[in-house]
């Protein structure tokens, strides 16, 4: 197990219907080998896009129907493993780790943002809020997972490259992609750098100060040229005097007409108020007749009914005895046990009349009420005559004499106002052109000197003098032909084989030396216990070898056993993956992890399975 970073245990695609795509890793070193379609080429997209390439792996008909990505990462020395996901359309991450809640991971890189894949990898390689510097002043920023990629990622393009291993060809990437090299080297980073300004940058920032107060005084002269102000800053200074006299004049008088005005308005407010009153009284009196009528008319139907009933009682106690028109017995021998003691006739008759004086009390007082009900609100209506006409009086106070004159106040104030803010602007601008001719003064100078420059970010001869005799080790126990020393060359960041410069090579000697270098920068940063993702993946480091170019003459074949063995035999501890046309040799050992695609009908055929298998 490697001393720091992580293991690819499994990458597996998932999809709806179908089964899933998977090739399985292991510690020490891998193989996967098989002819062209069979999805290598794939599987290291798949990789470098869960390890957070922005570039989604190309399309492939096999691969239609599947939907997500998870790769398996051992992150312990005890093996333990979590799991990531990604749609394999892009996105962020979910990580599910055993006994912990699954926990979102942006794609995106950002030294704020702890929850990102990139801060998430960086901690497992001991590399979190590790800095780099990029520039030649020493300007800084946190190194991104993807810093590292390239030295860990090589795919079959960049691995027959002419390009160092460890720079893009970005020149403005250069700095830090040298940086980066430096830390895994040394471990030591740039955080306590403390930048200077560039000269170039410092002297642009300067001009353009100067042009934007160029252009702010132009702008400025040209606002007092459109106010046509005669006379000069003095007889504008006199003349600012004497509006704003005029101006408190104009208020005060403003201020007394609207006192005026406030005064009688207050009134109009008292009288309406007196108004709706009288009206609320009038109205409330005359609902007080209406109903009275009403109670008269109940009172002279009332006494009608008592007289008819009093004429009835009279009439009926006048009336003789009369034998019983059935039997014909005298009065005296009926039988009256069935009648009620009630009152008779005469009786009725009585109490209806005394009823009927009551009741023509109760009319005479009424009628008393509602005549000094009349008077009343013919009281009230008369008042209410006299408030209107108040009202109206003041009113016409108001619209007619006072209104005026607070116009014609507030459009003296309104003048004078206006000609005051006039100078003031005046003035104001004038202030302005002072105070940006002084600043034009100052920065108007050109700034002088170079400024102050770091030494050379690029990774030195001397500083990868450990690191050279690491790859020189690998190249000599794969049988590299002429081979005499490996060292490092300061000017193109690459190695120097045999006093050769890698990229003077042809494609089969570049690819070779640059999976040396890869390799080697994984076995030192082991042996020296540096920082280092803890794996690496090369794709195709032997197939353009296989067929070297016109100037490379014939190579020993057995280069490609010794290249297996020797990985197998050195790189027990820590993960490496290889991708291959051809197989390995057959007798590696049990340690190595071989995956064959066929191609064909027998065997495993590639990675996505076909027609189930």
């Given at each position: 197990?490697?001393?720091?970073?992580?293991?690819?245990?499994?990458?597996?695609?998932?999809?709806?219907?179908?089964?899933?795509?998977?090739?399985q890793?292991?510690?020490?070193?891998?193989?996967?080998?098989?002819?062209?379609?069979?999805?290598?080429?794939?599987i290291?997209?798949?990789?470098?896009?869960?390890l957070?390439?922005?570039?989604?792996?190309?399309?492939?008909?096999?691969?239609?129907?599947?939907?997500?990505?998870?790769?398996?990462?051992?992150?312990?020395?005890?093996?333990?493993?979590?799991?990531?996901?990604?749609?394999?359309?892009?996105g962020?991450?979910?990580?599910?780790?055993?006994?912990k809640?699954?926990?979102?991971?942006?794609?995106?890189?950002?030294a704020?943002?702890?929850?990102?894949?990139s801060?998430?990898?960086?901690?497992?390689?001991?590399?979190?809020?590790?800095?780099?510097?990029?520039?030649?002043?020493?300007?800084?920023?946190?190194?991104?997972?993807?810093?590292?990629?390239?030295?860990?990622?090589?795919?079959?393009?960049?691995?027959?490259s002419k390009?160092?291993?460890?720079?893009?060809?970005?020149?403005?990437?250069?700095?830090?992609?040298?940086?980066?090299?430096?830390?895994?080297?040394?471990?030591v980073?740039?955080?306590?750098?403390?930048s200077?300004?560039?000269?170039?940058?410092?002297?642009?920032?300067?001009?353009?100060?100067?042009?934007?107060?160029?252009?702010?005084?132009?702008?400025t002269?040209?606002?007092?040229?459109?106010?046509?102000?005669?006379?000069?800053?003095?007889?504008?200074q006199?003349?600012?005097?004497?509006?704003?006299?005029?101006?408190?004049?104009?208020?005060k008088?403003l201020?007394?007409?609207?006192?005026?005005?406030?005064?009688?308005?207050?009134?109009r407010?008292?009288?309406?108020?007196?108004l709706?009153?009288?009206?609320?009284?009038s109205?409330?009196?005359?609902e007080?007749?209406?109903?009275?009528?009403?109670?008269?008319?109940?009172?002279?139907?009332?006494l009608?009914?008592?007289?008819?009933?009093?004429?009835?009682?009279?009439?009926?106690?006048?009336?003789?005895e009369?034998?019983?028109p059935?039997?014909?017995?005298?009065?005296?021998?009926?039988?009256?046990?069935?009648?009620?003691?009630?009152?008779?006739?005469?009786?009725?008759?009585?109490?209806?009349?005394?009823?009927?004086?009551?009741?023509?009390?109760?009319?005479?007082?009424?009628?008393?009420?509602?005549?000094?009900?009349d008077?009343?609100?013919?009281?009230?209506?008369?008042?209410?005559l006299?408030?209107?006409?108040?009202?109206?009086?003041?009113?016409?106070?108001l619209?007619?004499?006072?209104?005026?004159?607070?116009?014609?106040?507030?459009?003296?104030?309104?003048?004078?106002?206006?000609?005051?803010?006039?100078?003031?602007?005046?003035?104001e601008?004038?202030?302005?052109?002072?105070?940006?001719?002084g600043?034009?003064?100052?920065?108007?100078?050109a700034?002088?000197?170079?400024?102050?420059?770091?030494?050379?970010?690029?990774?030195?001869?001397?500083?990868?003098?450990?690191?050279?005799?690491?790859?020189?080790?690998?190249?000599?126990?794969?049988?590299?032909?002429?081979l005499?020393?490996?060292?490092?060359?300061?000017?193109?960041?690459?190695?120097?084989?045999?006093?050769?410069?890698?990229?003077?090579?042809?494609?089969?000697?570049?690819?070779?030396a640059?999976?040396?270098?890869?390799?080697?920068?994984?076995?030192?940063?082991?042996?020296?216990?540096?920082?280092h993702?803890?794996?690496?993946?090369?794709?195709?480091?032997?197939?353009?070898?296989?067929?070297?170019?016109?100037?490379?003459?014939?190579?020993?074949?057995?280069?490609?056993?010794?290249?297996?063995?020797?990985?197998a035999?050195?790189?027990?501890?820590?993960?490496?993956?290889?991708?291959?046309?051809?197989?390995?040799?057959?007798?590696?050992g049990?340690?190595?992890?071989?995956?064959?695609?066929?191609?064909?009908?027998?065997?495993?055929?590639?990675?996505?399975?076909?027609?189930?298998?």
């Amino acid at each position: 197990m490697a001393i720091t970073g992580f293991q690819i245990r499994r990458l597996t695609l998932v999809g709806r219907g179908v089964p899933n795509a998977e090739v399985q890793f292991r510690e020490g070193l891998n193989v996967v080998s098989g002819p062209s379609d069979t999805g290598k080429t794939f599987i290291v997209q798949c990789i470098d896009y869960m390890l957070g390439g922005k570039d989604v792996p190309e399309s492939i008909p096999e691969a239609a129907q599947y939907e997500t990505v998870r790769i398996s990462l051992s992150v312990s020395i005890d093996d333990d493993e979590v799991i990531l996901e990604r749609s394999i359309r892009g996105g962020d991450f979910k990580l599910v780790s055993t006994g912990k809640a699954d926990q979102h991971l942006s794609a995106k890189h950002s030294a704020a943002d702890k929850d990102s894949l990139s801060q998430y990898l960086l901690s497992l390689a001991r590399l979190a809020e590790k800095k780099v510097r990029t520039n030649k002043q020493g300007k800084t920023r946190e190194v991104s997972f993807r810093d590292l990629a390239r030295l860990i990622l090589v795919d079959e393009e960049t691995i027959i490259s002419k390009t160092s291993p460890i720079l893009s060809g970005q020149y403005t990437a250069g700095t830090a992609e040298s940086a980066v090299f430096r830390l895994l080297l040394t471990g030591v980073d740039d955080s306590s750098l403390i930048s200077s300004e560039d000269p170039k940058v410092a002297k642009g920032r300067q001009a353009g100060k100067v042009e934007m107060l160029d252009l702010l005084l132009n702008q400025t002269k040209g606002r007092m040229a459109e106010m046509q102000l005669p006379g000069d800053v003095q007889a504008w200074q006199s003349q600012l005097a004497e509006i704003e006299t005029l101006f408190e004049t104009a208020q005060k008088a403003l201020a007394v007409e609207q006192q005026n005005a406030a005064q009688l308005e207050g009134e109009r407010r008292a009288e309406l108020s007196r108004l709706r009153q009288l009206e609320s009284k009038s109205g409330v009196l005359r609902e007080l007749q209406r109903r009275f009528t009403l109670l008269e008319q109940q009172y002279l139907s009332d006494l009608r009914r008592l007289e008819s009933i009093a004429e009835a009682g009279a009439r009926l106690g006048q009336m003789n005895e009369e034998r019983c028109p059935v039997c014909g017995a005298a009065a005296e021998h009926q039988e009256h046990e069935h009648q009620k003691a009630d009152a008779g006739p005469e009786d009725v008759a009585q109490s209806c009349l005394a009823e009927a004086a009551k009741i023509r009390s109760l009319i005479s007082d009424l009628r008393l009420t509602r005549s000094d009900n009349d008077r009343e609100i013919a009281r009230l209506e008369g008042l209410t005559l006299e408030t209107r006409e108040r009202v109206r009086t003041v009113a016409t106070q108001l619209s007619e004499m006072l209104k005026p004159r607070v116009e014609v106040a507030l459009l003296l104030l309104r003048e004078s106002q206006t000609r005051r803010d006039t100078y003031r602007r005046a003035l104001e601008l004038h202030g302005r052109v002072n105070e940006l001719q002084g600043l034009l003064g100052e920065h108007g100078l050109a700034v002088s000197g170079k400024g102050a420059e770091l030494e050379s970010a690029r990774v030195r001869s001397d500083e990868a003098e450990a690191f050279s005799q690491e790859v020189e080790s690998l190249l000599r126990a794969w049988h590299f032909p002429g081979l005499d020393r490996v060292t490092f060359s300061e000017g193109d960041q690459d190695i120097v084989i045999s006093g050769r410069t890698r990229a003077s090579h042809g494609k089969g000697v570049r690819a070779i030396a640059h999976a040396a270098f890869n390799l080697a920068l994984l076995k030192f940063c082991i042996k020296f216990e540096m920082p280092h993702p803890g794996f690496t993946l090369i794709d195709s480091p032997l197939v353009v070898y296989r067929e070297p170019d016109t100037d490379e003459g014939d190579f020993s074949h057995d280069v490609k056993d010794a290249f297996y063995r020797s990985i197998a035999e050195e790189f027990r501890a820590s993960q490496v993956i290889i991708f291959e046309n051809e197989d390995p040799p057959s007798d590696l050992g049990g340690d190595v992890n071989i995956i064959r695609f066929t191609g064909a009908s027998h065997g495993r055929q590639g990675f996505i399975p076909q027609n189930g298998r």
